[in-house]
């Protein structure tokens, strides 16, 4: 992978070895679980709020069906903040990675529980062969198995099931159980069920380098306080 494929792990790594866990906000207009989270809020101004409140990349969730999202929302927010951002999608073909790519994205996420193994494998060589970097996201053991053979540069722990559209009640104890069976060398990512800031410790003290947090931040009330208040609370936990 050539160095601006790294662009968005590198930007959490700096993060992380300045001793501040990282906090990426997730932007998404709503969830199937909690429905509508902007509340008429304007996402790319939510955007550039967390940007100033000191993220140094962001995610963006791009599907449009049960997530409300768009690939016009990813350019507007890449456009609006010069940050590394992820797209979040059910990738499954390489045409979405070039439209990815035209969006102006840093990397993609691949959720290995919605790709047979084979062709995730092609869409990791794909991405990577056009400057993006992958987010491979697993929710068992099993998945970091099949992966393992990688050397993949981030793996995400999904502690809810995207297979059913993270509408369980997941927790940080999916990251507490399969964090420390990943490489040390890879960046490890906890997504979803992370509330509070006792949340973000339990995940770093677990083995997790950078959290994602989405649906906690967009609620609150104010929402760079709360991505301040998850800072902190990974400043204590190191």
């Not at 970097?133 to 995400?156: K, R, Y």
């Not at 990512?189 to 800031?197: A, C, D, K, L, V």
């Not at 380098?209 to 998850?230: F, K, N």
Request: net charge negative.
């Amino acid at each position: 992978m050539n160095i601006s494929g790294k662009k968005y792990s590198a930007a959490l790594w700096n993060q992380y070895h300045s001793g501040n866990i990282p906090v990426i906000p997730d932007i998404k207009c709503r969830s199937p679980q909690e429905g509508d989270l902007l509340q008429g809020r304007d996402p790319v101004k939510l955007a550039q709020t967390l940007a100033e409140a000191g993220a140094s990349v962001l995610s963006v969730v791009t599907e449009p069906k049960y997530f409300g999202g768009s690939p016009k929302l990813l350019q507007q927010i890449v456009k609006a903040t010069s940050l590394p951002i992820l797209c979040k999608d059910f990738i499954n073909k390489r045409e979405q990675l070039h439209e990815t790519l035209d969006s102006g994205a840093s990397a993609i996420l691949l959720i290995a529980s919605m790709l047979e193994k084979k062709r995730l494998f092609k869409l990791i060589d794909d991405a990577l062969m056009l400057g993006l970097e992958p987010l491979v996201e697993i929710h068992n053991e099993a998945e970091i198995v099949s992966i393992n053979e990688l050397n993949l540069t981030m793996i995400g722990i999904n502690n809810r099931n995207i297979v059913e559209l993270e509408m369980d009640d997941g927790s940080v104890s999916n990251t507490e159980k399969l964090a420390s069976l990943i490489s040390p060398k890879t960046l490890v990512i906890s997504e979803s069920s992370i509330s509070s800031s006792a949340d973000v410790q339990r995940a770093t003290a677990a083995g997790a380098h950078a959290v994602l947090v989405g649906t906690a931040i967009l609620q609150a009330q104010d929402p760079a306080e709360m991505y301040r208040s998850l800072c902190e609370a990974g400043k204590k936990s190191l």
